[in-house]
């Protein structure tokens, strides 16, 4: 059964009881939340994901919701719960959805050591695929956005999950987040693009999510290998600029962009040297959407 | 005599550098290519300066010869500053 079978009243029951079990890539999430905000953003943004019914074995417990005590009267705040532990400072409560976005990263990057958890978009085509790192202020997840609206298969907007064992990366195609002016460039793409709400005044500035397409999260299942690694830009005047990047820099920068590097030692140096090994490495820099998605046309049209 | 002990260090190269992974302290380390070769070397048997300098030698420009010594003599500095190396005598 999906987010969008359960109908809102009892998707809001399920929130407030903390009986909602969310599939989203290969983990299984039990999520528990008093807030309206993040009732609707699940029901907007999660439609496509897979509920689970039965009582299950949950990867992840987190809870999303006001503090107990005093602070409850100190202007409206919301905490987020990993288990019994408080990993973050409180946020104001209109800021309650993009906190359980935040969280959910958070709880994926500090546990989910099975995998190389690298901090960067992932798409797929024709059974290859791109991992982009990119620091904030690159334009990462405009172009990601931009990339699964014409053709790409989304896996990751920020968390890459990539295999030690068999090097392939298991999509996680969560919403994207979005940013301040990216958010209207993404509305722009069409009628299609559904955007939850947005939240002013975050460290970020406004944030927003984009629901992911339908597609990719059924085919939440169906791993991809690596082929590219591209680190993008956007740099006003640069036009599209694709540019060879040194492997051995390629290595430096993805060790500095995956969170648990430290945690797996020699396993994550020897899984992303094979991964530099295996990938074409590039810089891209751009400041035109349309030249930067025939650039990722172009390279998916090449042969293996 | 400098050593590399290859249950300690591992060494990728590509193109013109290379990365170095210390295991027991968890460093990684971008290396030039001299580094890398030097390295390479030393990870299958230890040698002395004088070897390296013989082995390497043929790989530098005819008018940076003399320049060779001083390169190597640096390298292996750094290499043993980052404890990717070490000093047997």
Not at chain 1, 209 to 220: D, F, G, I, Q
Request: with cysteine; glycine share 6%; hydrophobic share 45%.
């Amino acid at each position: 059964m999906k987010v969008s079978d359960l109908g809102f009243h009892h998707l809001s029951g399920l929130l407030d009881r903390g009986d909602l079990v969310l599939r989203t890539g290969p983990f299984d999430t039990t999520i528990h939340s008093p807030l309206a905000c993040v009732h609707h953003g699940i029901a907007t943004l999660y439609a496509d994901f897979e509920v689970l019914q039965e009582p299950v074995f949950s990867d992840f417990h987190v809870r999303v919701a006001p503090p107990a005590g005093l602070r409850r009267w100190v202007g409206k705040q919301v905490l987020f719960h990993y288990d019994d532990e408080i990993p973050f400072k409180p946020l104001p409560q209109d800021q309650a959805f993009p906190m359980l976005e935040w969280g959910l990263n958070w709880s994926i990057s500090t546990h989910a050591h099975q995998y190389l958890v690298i901090h960067a978009a992932a798409i797929e085509r024709g059974g290859r695929a791109v991992i982009m790192p990119a620091p904030p202020g690159s334009g990462k997840s405009t172009l990601c956005a931009a990339l699964i609206h014409h053709g790409w298969r989304l896996l990751s907007d920020e968390l890459a999950l990539l295999s030690p064992i068999d090097g392939a990366l298991t999509p996680l195609a969560r919403p994207v987040s979005l940013k301040n002016e990216s958010i209207d460039i993404v509305r722009g793409f069409g009628p299609e693009i559904v955007i939850g709400p947005l939240s002013r005044d975050t460290l970020k500035g406004t944030v927003a999510h984009m629901r992911p397409p339908a597609a990719s999260v059924r085919r939440a299942h169906e791993t991809a290998l690596p082929a590219w690694i591209v680190f993008p830009k956007y740099r006003l005047g640069a036009g599209a600029i694709l540019a060879r990047h040194v492997k051995a820099q390629t290595l430096m920068s993805l060790v500095e962009n995956t969170f648990n590097y430290q945690a797996l030692g020699e396993t994550a140096f020897r899984a992303l040297s094979h991964l530099v090994d295996r990938c074409d490495c590039y810089t891209f820099e751009y400041d035109r959407m349309e030249r930067a998605l025939e650039m990722f046309s172009d390279l998916s049209a090449c042969p293996d | 005599m400098w050593r590399c002990d290859n249950h300690k260090v591992l060494l990728r190269c590509w193109e013109d550098a290379c990365v170095a992974y210390h295991i027991e302290s968890g460093d990684t380390h971008l290396l030039t290519a001299l580094s890398g070769q030097v390295l390479q070397k030393l990870l299958v048997n230890p040698a002395a300066t004088h070897e390296l300098t013989q082995t390497l030698l043929p790989q530098f420009p005819a008018d940076e010869l003399n320049m060779a010594g001083e390169a190597l003599e640096d390298t292996l500095r750094q290499l043993s500053h980052l404890g990717l190396i070490e000093s047997l005598a």
